[in-house]
């Protein structure tokens, strides 16, 4: 269709027309400028303009007409219809000139091209005034040219000229009062008619194409244009036609189709991206898989020079237009290039791009058409291929493999890689000069292996047969090599050979490693018979071993049995010896509270210091025994150090005093004041150290210093020091000093007393909280001993970690509390410690009267010894809490003298709710009693003669018990209510004999 026709294209559809004619298109910036011109149109305005084709009406015309004749171009456009208008004097002064407008229709309608036609008329007799009836003498020239025709509005024909009967082969006289419309194919009356059937004074021309068929069968076709004759009234009268022959227009149209066709086939067949440059308008054109080979739409991307500008990869840009220059100006025959694009996803695309340009008749290239194959996978192949190919190489170097490849004929070699030349100990062109030959190769061959190497060689060349073989060679600097060749024969079609090829290897490691394992697998035969003897051998120390099991087994069960037996017989004896202790050193304690001459006094004193030195091997037996069982853990709670500090310094310092030496301790750093740590454990090895400080110690003074050091994740390192002016340690005893029963010699432990087992506990428990314990000292020079351990800074806060009794919140009082004991002592004494305390004390002697009291009386709290003759504590215990109602809730205390690991749990596990060891703790005792029965409100005051709960002298260590232990329950019993326990216990024993 001429309105996507190319310039050229349209220049050659129109030179064929009679008239003069061009067409002018509107450009993107909204000007027009002309694009094709036949002959007769720039015969016309070549002389007065120049040339008209790639100019634009302001380049031409004066500013006046310039305009005016765009605007009518414009109109044009937006009309959709032809317009007609007369031109005085453009070409002589006596002449008009008739210009036709049509415009160029695109197949979806739009129109951005128009043509005209000019048709010179003379001034006196304009076309429309002509009388069309006249002679065809007095019709001019210029009118012959055309076919002209007149008919009514209902088509009856009323003139033709005699062009028009020549053109259609037809006499006047049969056209002449026939209607037109019925001599013209049917397919085209109804178009005909509706062109016509619009005209209006307004609009007057009608245009349209009809198609005729000839005599001969030749097909014509006519471009007609209809003028409308209307009277004054607005009737219309008559139509004036004229018509021009525009088969050859139609002709080209059709060859411009079918050739536009066979291009589009041709490109989707192709798959090419199709650009189209002209240079004469500065148009440039991609076709839909130029820009889908991109990744765009048809319509993404304008048809400019500048995206092909923004497509190209920048680095080829520059590479682009030079290709274009050089091939326009002729400095390279042909435009081929492969140019790197960017994809619309980001991508590169390689782009093979191929062109051809157009030159006019002076040589300047006009037009440049160019076809794009998107190359990419080609490239990725190629990419892969290559690296490919280098892996192949660097793989065939690594297994040392060679390519060669010879002329049978001429006996030379023809190409052969680095690693043939290596293996002969020579570069390549080294090899192609010095061997070069079968014959030379044959000279390198191992004399032992020549003879068979020749053999295989003329054998398979004969043949033309593949051969494999292996043979040794030497090497340009005498190395003897295994080498493995691999080739075959290509023979001519006479069956001759003529060429070889094939593969050398290096294969002297292999050999080698191979000849390496031969000899390791005969050491290996002989290992093996070694083997097989070593297996008799262990077969038969694993018989002696499986009996040694058995015996192992059995000794295991034995020792399992005896450790068992151990723990058992700890806990009785625990059990036993704790029992009376308690109630001797209670007993004794309120014996001490009573009026006693000096030597009753000093005999009570000596008793009860008796007492709790036993107590005291006791509890080191006990923790030594749980350390050593690995049943020993650390329980870390926040605390005050100086309070720990303080309350081994309050214990001690009445043997310190008595002795005459000084005890102190220093004021711990401001940042060591509270930490987190097992406060018990620690009060324990200072208890240790300090209280061998006094005792070897016996004149001057012990003291106690501590300071504080940082670690990293947040804890810090407590270092502590004790140190004495005593008698010394000699280096010989120092090695040992911190292993069990063991002192600095024997004399010690029978002046000063003790197990031995105190520094051995302090090492343990120093190591269970990450840290290390040592001494300095020397005979007579006093000693250091020094410990750390690992914990965490705490915030201040009020101390409730049992180091005295000024902080405990008493029990309430009132409480009416189930004694479960069978030790009339102990009986006793627990009894007074109750009553001291404001509660109502009932005494059972074993579990079933427990069981029987609770069910009849609704007690407040229950202390249950755990060992009792009929029924323990632990059974009694599950049995109150089987039973219905609140009495199986009521709290249950166990006191036991077994202080064994694990035993805590057992009890709990029974449904007891907590656990005081014997001897009783009164600081522990109440702290229990508070936390399951509730404390006294703060500031009740205690009854006339009871010591209030902040009187309460400080506790001893749980590891160590003292005096204070007792004292907290006894500090105000007179001699009256001794006397009254002692005759009550009297009483009992009394009747107990006279009931045996």
């Keep these: 269709m001429l309105a996507e026709a190319t310039a050229t294209e349209l220049t050659a559809a129109i030179e064929s027309l009679g008239v003069a004619t061009f067409v002018v298109e509107a450009q ?46 414009r109109e044009c456009l937006k009309s959709r219809h032809a317009i007609e208008r007369d031109l005085a004097g453009l070409v002589a002064d006596d002449m008009i000139t008739r210009t036709t407008l049509t415009p160029l229709l695109a197949a979806d309608g739009s129109a951005r091209r128009v043509m005209g036609m000019h048709r010179m008329v003379t001034v006196a007799a304009p076309l429309e005034r002509i009388d069309l009836n006249a002679s065809a003498s007095r019709v001019s020239a210029e009118d012959q040219m055309e076919l002209a025709m007149r008919f009514l509005p209902d088509t009856t024909v009323t003139y033709v000229n005699d062009r028009y009967c020549r053109y259609f082969g037809k006499p006047r006289e049969a056209l002449i009062g026939k209607r037109f419309i019925d001599y013209i194919a049917q397919d085209q009356r109804a178009h005909v008619l509706r062109e016509i059937g619009v005209v209006t004074p307004a609009r007057p021309l009608a245009e349209y194409m009809l198609r005729s068929v000839f005599r001969d069968g030749r097909v014509g076709w006519q471009l007609w244009r209809d003028r409308g004759i209307f009277n004054d009234a607005g009737q219309l009268l008559e139509f004036r036609s004229v018509g021009v022959d525009v088969t050859r227009v139609k002709e080209l149209e059709d060859e411009l189709r079918k050739s536009e066709e066979r291009f589009s086939l041709a490109v989707q067949g192709s798959n090419d991206g199709i650009w189209d440059w002209n ?65 619309k996803d980001g991508s590169t695309r390689y782009i093979l791009s191929r062109a051809i340009n157009k030159r006019d008749a002076t040589g300047r290239v006009t037009r440049i058409v160019g076809a794009n194959t998107d190359i990419t ?36 070699c023809l190409y052969c890689t680095d690693e043939v030349a290596r293996l002969h100990g020579l570069t390549v062109e080294e090899y192609y000069n010095v061997v070069g030959t079968n014959v030379n190769v044959a000279q390198r061959v191992h004399p032992e292996d020549r003879q068979r190497y020749v053999d295989v060689i003329n054998s398979s060349r004969a043949a033309c047969r ?77 018989k002696e071993l499986a009996s040694l099991a058995e015996d192992l087994a059995l000794a295991k069960t034995k020792a399992e049995a005896a450790s068992r037996s151990k723990s058992e017989f700890l806990a009785m004896m625990s059990h036993e010896i704790r029992t009376p202790m308690n109630g001797l050193i209670g007993m004794t304690g309120l014996l001490l509270d009573t009026d006693l001459t000096d030597e009753q006094s000093h005999y009570a004193q000596t008793v009860r210091e008796s007492a709790e030195a036993l107590l005291s091997i006791i509890n080191d037996i006990l923790d030594f025994s749980k350390l050593e069982a690995g049943r020993m853990r650390i329980d870390p709670v926040d605390f005050e150090l100086d309070r720990v500090i303080d309350s081994v310094v309050t214990l001690l310092s009445p043997r310190a005093a008595a002795k005459g030496i000084a005890l102190k301790a220093q004021p711990s750093p401001k940042e060591a004041q509270w930490l987190r740590g097992d406060a018990g454990r620690l009060r324990q090895i200072f208890f240790n150290l300090v209280g061998n400080a006094v005792k070897f110690t016996e004149k001057g003074s012990v003291t106690i210093a501590t300071r504080l050091q940082r670690l990293d994740g947040g804890d810090v390192e407590l270092y502590a020091e004790v140190i004495d002016t005593g008698i010394g340690i000699p280096d010989a005893a120092q090695a040992n000093l911190f292993t069990r029963f063991t002192q600095a010699d024997s004399s010690t432990s029978r002046k000063y007393g003790g197990t031995g087992l105190g520094l051995a506990i302090c090492k343990q428990l120093v190591d269970l909280m990450g840290g290390e314990i040592g001494l300095d000292s020397g005979s007579d020079k006093g000693s ?18 049992g180091l005295g009794l000024a902080d405990l919140q008493r029990p309430r009082r009132g409480l009416r509390i189930l004694v479960a004991e069978d030790n009339q002592v102990n009986q006793l004494l627990v009894s007074a410690l109750l009553r001291r305390l404001g509660c109502q004390v009932d005494l059972v002697c074993n579990g079933l009267e427990a069981i029987s009291a609770v069910q009849r009386i609704p007690y407040d709290l229950i202390l249950m010894d755990v060992q009792m003759p009929e029924m323990d504590g632990i059974a009694a215990s599950q049995a109150i809490r089987r039973l219905p109602g609140d009495v199986r809730r009521i709290p249950i205390i166990a006191l036991t003298a077994n202080a064994m690991a694990g035993q805590r749990e057992e009890y709990i596990e029974a449904g007891m709710d907590d656990y005081v060891s014997k001897p009783i703790d009164m600081a522990q005792l109440m702290g229990a009693m508070t936390r399951l029965c509730g404390g006294e409100e703060s500031g009740e005051a205690a009854p006339d003669g009871e010591t209030p709960a902040d009187a309460t002298p400080p506790a001893a260590s749980p590891a160590a018990a003292s005096p204070a232990a007792v004292d907290a329950g006894a500090a105000d019993t007179g001699s009256e209510e001794l006397s ?3 005759d009550e216990i009297d009483q009992q024993k009394s009747a107990q004999a006279k009931s045996a």
């Design 28 to 73: 993107p910036d909204g000007h027009f400028r002309y694009i094709a011109a036949n002959r007769l149109e720039l015969e016309i305005c070549g002389a007065r303009y120049g040339h008209i084709v790639g100019r634009r009406p302001e380049e031409l015309f004066a500013p006046e007409e310039a305009q005016r004749f765009i605007a009518e171009y």
């Design 279 to 343: 240079f004469v308008t500065g148009e440039i054109w991609f076709s839909p898989r130029w820009k889908e080979m991109l990744g765009y739409g048809p319509d993404e991307l304008p048809d400019n020079l500048e995206t092909w500008h923004s497509v190209l990869h920048p680095g080829d840009a520059q590479v682009a237009l030079k290709l274009v220059a050089d091939y326009n100006a002729g400095r390279t025959e042909r435009f081929l290039a492969t140019l790197r694009h960017r994809h």
């Design 377 to 412: 996978e080609i490239k990725q192949r190629e990419q892969e291929l290559t690296d490919l190919q280098k892996l192949l190489s660097r793989g065939a170097q690594l297994a040392k493999l060679g390519y060669w490849a010879w002329d049978e004929a001429d006996d030379r």
């Design 466 to 542: 593949p051969y494999d073989m292996e043979f040794r060679l030497y090497r340009r600097d005498g190395e003897l090599v295994y080498a493995r060749e691999v080739g075959e024969f290509i023979p001519d079609e006479n069956g001759r050979a003529v060429r070889s090829v094939g593969i050398t290897q290096d294969v002297t490691a292999f050999r080698l490693q191979q000849e390496a394992m031969r000899a390791e697998e005969a050491r290996l035969q002989d290992y093996v018979i070694e083997l097989e003897q070593a297996k008799s051998r262990l077969e038969s120390q694993g």
């Design 784 to 801: 250091r001993f020094w410990f750390t351990v690992r914990c965490q800074t705490a915030k201040p806060q009020r101390s409730a970690d």
């Design 980 to 982: 009254a326990l002692i």
